[in-house]
């Protein structure tokens, strides 16, 4: 590894706070790409990207909201070829796994000259505990508009770990690797343990998508964010996931992490302890 810096984007987000824990403590200098951050990143102001990249030579591209969402190959074109400009060898993007719409946005990055790495993850356990579901699971009651359909939920906390592997260490360049949990369930199913683990009443109930997206924006989403989780729930949760990969394991030598874990460390972290 080189002095120079690894940069983050999305260093307070799910994945992002976990790999640069990760780094630091492997004693991998890190600058964390967000608004707050010094220099500051915004994948809404370009004049941003150019410090934040000064002095980078690996990045960990997490975009936002999410690449399915018009406009994002653009801008990941242009992130991606000022990066390999500004002296980056190497990006590791975050993707999701069956997402048509963010291949793209994929090709873009690996078409800037750098080493890539393309991590398509499944949904992840901690947005039941570290996004918009928590509130819900808080409330005993998890009303989404998926029914039957099974889904392979990974942890953040293995998405991670690849993801530092493929910025720190050879053989992961120009790999597509689709990262799954150890088994299919639904979306019932994962609340039913939630509950199990908590030793409380915590239901799931289907509900029509027009439904949901009422709920959401009465709860004050803006209406963009409302029409990409809407697509999240209408179109990558129709069934097209439900197979596992065996990429985490041939990655890092060892079964990827299991839902009942998450919810048992979760519940005794204390998460989802009634307000």
């Keep these: 590894m080189s002095e120079k810096s690894t940069l983050v984007l999305g260093g307070a987000g799910k994945t992002g706070r976990r790999i640069a824990a990760r780094l630091l403590a492997n004693g991998v200098p890190v600058r964390l790409g967000m608004r707050s951050a010094m220099p500051p990143f915004d994948w ?3 004049a941003t990207w150019a410090p934040a990249l000064d002095g980078v030579d690996r990045v960990y591209v997490s975009y936002q909201p999410d ?13 991606s070829v000022l990066a390999v400009k500004s002296g980056v060898k190497r990006l590791v993007l975050l993707s999701g796994r069956g997402e048509d719409d963010a291949q793209a946005a994929e090709a873009e990055l690996r ?19 570290e996004g918009f579901l928590t509130d819900a699971v808080q ?16 942890s953040a906390e293995d998405i991670a770990d690849i993801a530092v592997a493929a910025l720190t260490a050879d053989g992961h360049q120009g790999r597509v690797y689709e990262l799954t949990g150890p088994r299919l369930m639904t ?16 239901r799931y109930q289907p509900i029509p998508v027009e439904d949901f997206a009422a709920q959401l924006r009465a709860d004050g989403l803006p209406d963009d964010y409302v029409a990409l989780v809407v697509y999240l729930f209408t179109s990558v949760l129709d069934g097209r996931n439900q197979h596992l990969s065996d990429d985490v394991e041939r990655v890092l030598g060892r079964k990827p992490r299991d839902f009942a874990d998450y919810a048992r460390d979760t519940t005794a972290a204390g998460v989802w302890s009634m307000m």
């Design 187 to 202: 979306f019932s199913e994962a609340v039913a343990e939630i509950g199990a683990a908590t030793r409380r009443d915590i």
């Design 111 to 129: 078409a800037a000259g750098a080493e890539w790495t393309v991590l398509r993850a499944s949904w992840f356990f901690e947005n039941f505990s």
């Design 67 to 79: 690449l399915a969402v018009p406009g994002a190959a653009d801008t990941i074109r242009g992130f």
């Design 139 to 154: 409330s005993g009651l998890v009303a989404l508009p998926p029914k039957d359909v099974r889904e392979p939920f990974i």
């Design 44 to 46: 809404a102001n370009e």
